[in-house]
């Protein structure tokens, strides 16, 4: 149980579109979902927690209006990069919980981003 | 604001042989102490956790950690290492309760060789 799918696992475009991450919880209802991003050899870096019908949180330097993300369902969470630029290839990776402190992070298995 | 150390980047351990990773966090109170797993391309998977109580936890697949507050460690031990266990292992912490808003030390690579 508690699996979580991230889709795509890797894309591929040019510097200037939008990139749109998708976050599911499949057996589970995920009242907070969390996006990080992992840069190559690096740790985790917390971009933003967000609740299901409520306004992301975003940690100190993320840029709001770069990294949009949408909590509209207790299943679905996206991610969009906006007008994406080479320095933002990364790896983003999601987590889902059903909320609360007792409640555990299950983790997606990422997506690669590469911007050309 | 709460900091966790992995001094070691890079571990080799020969298949069989024991393991330990260590894990230093830095914090006033006791915080809340995790080891996950990253095998590569993939997300992160739970091993263990400390919240409170006995100090040796078990976890999945064969491990356990320690937590020792006059050192501020939590490492992660393994009597038998096993090819599979070839993988990133992250140490992190959280202070404000539980799972959430939890922060990553900056990882362990291990190698396992036959």
């Known amino acids: 149980g508690a699996v979580v799918s991230q889709h795509p696992s890797w894309v591929i475009c040019k510097s200037g579109t939008s990139v749109k991450i998708e976050c599911r919880s499949l057996?589970?209802?995920?009242?907070?979902m969390f996006w990080y991003r992992q840069f190559p050899k690096q740790s985790l870096m917390l971009m933003a927690t967000?609740?299901?019908?409520?306004?992301?949180?975003?940690e100190q330097g993320v840029e709001k209006d770069k990294f949009l993300i949408n909590h509209a369902s207790l299943t679905l969470s996206t991610l969009t990069v906006t007008s994406a630029h080479p320095e933002d290839s990364s790896f983003y990776i999601c987590?889902?919980?059903?909320?609360?402190?007792?409640?555990?992070?299950?983790f997606g298995d990422g997506t690669r981003l590469s911007i050309l | 604001a709460q900091s966790v150390t992995q001094p070691d980047i890079h571990i080799t351990v020969s298949e069989g042989a024991s393991l330990e990773l260590r894990c230093n966090y830095s914090?006033?109170?006791?915080?809340?102490l995790f080891w996950y797993v990253q095998s590569p391309g993939q997300g992160l998977q739970l091993l263990l956790k400390?919240?409170?109580?006995?100090?040796l936890v078990q976890g999945i697949k064969g491990f356990e950690a320690e937590f020792k507050r006059s050192q501020s460690s939590f490492n992660l031990r393994k009597p038998s290492v096993h090819w599979s266990d070839a993988a990133e292992y992250f140490c992190?912490?959280?202070?404000?309760?539980?799972?959430?808003?939890?922060?990553f030390g900056t990882g362990t690579k291990l190698q396992v060789i036959p």
């Open positions: 987590s889902a919980s059903m909320g609360g402190a007792g409640q555990p992070q299950h």
């Open positions: 057996d589970f209802q995920a009242t907070t």
């Open positions: 967000s609740n299901e019908g409520s306004k992301a949180t975003y």
């Open positions: 914090y006033g109170a006791t915080p809340y």
């Open positions: 400390y919240f409170s109580g006995d100090t």
């Open positions: 992190a912490v959280s202070i404000s309760g539980g799972y959430q808003k939890v922060t």
